[in-house]
């Protein structure tokens, strides 16, 4: 069955779609007719979705691992514009599938029921839905529900990068979540009470999905300290750093080589040395002489040493394998030190651990 909705308007409309998690707005990139495939849109102008350039169906939907899991190369802010809604039933919050948002003012939204798939576009922009396949609900409040949602279907927004990302900060797998949603609810609820200045932030210079406006992205031009609209789980810096590692550590292997043991000192004092030439708040020049000094003497240092300069709280990339390598740590801590690209993954990763936090308590 198709439904009729009536129109548009201030009073009818949801409150702004904000991610529940990391409280930065929803937003597709702003252009008309970005999911829609005959225009095609932006997101079949990515190239892991070319090939449904053109294609008549009316829903495009695909694995939501191909969503969630995604780096944008032509368009990197589109991972903001996925999200997912955690649907309020009468004593638990059921995880939708994934959609993109297009940029209008909504009366509700409409997101596949099943969760492990996600709606990228189709043929048009105002689509018909079938209930079978999807599901309609309006965004709900993050405070006392307006009188205008009462009796209706309700649900909170996250971006979908973020509710992966929320795994890792709980080091579970995604499907845990879902079965802790009514606390989990609370307590990111509870936290925006208590910073409301974090909620709904904005960045009216950064807002933008094309390169026009690189002028206005000076960092210390950014009013909440970083480019909040930055992806927080897909950082390819990252990502390529360790696969170098891995090929660093596979040439290792093959040579067999013993590493040079320098100077014999006490490990206790290898380590005062080495936390004077780089403390755990360091520099990119610190982390250089670091590299220099282990890259002559080859002094073991202990994990606690690396983990608080390079943790894997926020370079969970590693957790895939321990056995990281100290040069490996060093390219990473180097990267942390030299730009801002994990800077919205920092910020989004305290505000998880606020969430988990008060779930503890
Ligand atoms: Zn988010």
Redesign the pocket.
Known sequence: MVRQYPPVTIETADPPPI?L????R?FGPDAPGITDSLHPGVVFREERWKMYKNTKMEHVVVPSHEVEQAHFPKFPRLWAGAFRGLIKNKTKYTLTGISIIRPSICIGHHLPRDSHTARIGGRRGRPQYDDESFIHFHTAHISRQPKKLRDRQIGYL??A??WILLAHAFNCRPSALESRSVQLVTAARKYWRNHPAAWAMEDEALYTHTPARRLYSRPSRRLHGCDIYQN?LVVPEVANIIACGEKKKEKKKRKDDDPYIGPSLPLEVAILIAEQICPVEYTAEEVTSLRAMLDAFQWVLPEWFWEQRCSHDLFFEMKADSQFHWETRLDLMHLYASSDCLANRER?LSVMKGIKQLLRN
Do not use: E
């Open positions: 991610c998690l990391c409280g930065v929803i996250i971006h990068h973020c927080p989004v």
